[in-house]
């Protein structure tokens, strides 16, 4: 050989191709897969549980997935929920995505305080305000706006095909600690733990802030599926339509540290009365028993809120997003594109030298 040949071998992989690792797939996972393929990044995904998959743990398969301000949260905050409607508005013109327009009514018990979800009406299409013959008596106010709901039995699936279609890959794995993580994929630079409730376990990450918040709902099924109608205040309460799956999602309830698989039927009465007196031209007061199923998940919360942040390890860089409870889908393609946008700077750090 020739004093001038070098193996390929001492050449170092450009920065945006080596593969950006992804710990975790439910919705925040994927949605950042999708965004940064789009970006022309390689991306690998490793998880216990992935799209399609049925169990308690993987909240995102249960998830009643409407687009809602959120109240309370900061601008910053509110720009991430501002960007999901942009990217859902955009892919429900495809039917295979689940995402749908529907109208939505909004009772309120209280007039809204500062910082309340009010700032959605610069958001959603068709906001108006209702007048007290629109709403009954017992609220103190009310808004219709259009808005967008996510039926998770078509996303999730949908999300997975374009993801392999962009030339991202799923990897089956339990992992114990990020360091795993950065041993199965030595060449990477960027890792994304989007792990939800696995970072209150993971060795190296011990959120203890994290803890799972069981959910139950009531899907009844029903051609009267395209009306959203949310109750706030004491008596919390959602009707959520799936209308590619001909129903409604009722609930809510929120459990934390319970991880129980078993329908509780209280809740379940519950959540229909509480329902049948938010929407009766939707919900009867007895539904039949052929008209019900039950939905349970294990949200992945977290105390004072989501995670997402960006640090230098070395020569590593991670990147959290976790923490989201049941936000998951309503701040979702927000968070991807706020990930794409710290994983340009790490790879402008490594390029602009």
Known sequence: MGECDHSTNDIPVPFAQRPIIILGAGIIGCAAARQLLLKGFEVNLVAEFLPGDQDIHYASAWAGAAWHAAGGITPDQRYIQAVTHRILLQMAREPESGVSVVDAREYLEQEPIPNSALWGKTVVSKFRNLSPEQYPSEFACAWAYETLVTDPTRHMPYLKRQIQMLGGHFIRRKVDSLHELYDMFPDSRIFINA???????????????????????????????????????????????????????????????????????????????????????????NPPESAISHIIGIRPSRKGGFRLDSEVQGSRTLLSAYGFGGGGYAFSYGVAEALVKMVEQAERDNVIV
Do not use: W
């Open 195 to 285: 792990s939800g409730l696995g970072s209150k376990t993971l060795a190296d990450v011990l959120d203890d802030r994290c803890f799972p918040e069981r959910g139950q709902n009531v899907f009844l099924r029903t051609d009267r599926c395209l009306t959203m109608y949310f109750r706030n205040g004491q008596e919390y309460t959602y009707v959520i339509p799936r209308p590619h799956s001909g129903g409604v999602v009722l609930g809510g309830v929120k459990q934390q540290d319970n991880l129980s698989p078993d329908v509780d039927l209280e809740i379940a009465r519950d959540e229909i009365a509480r329902a049948h007196r938010l929407a009766p031209d939707i919900v009867p007061a």
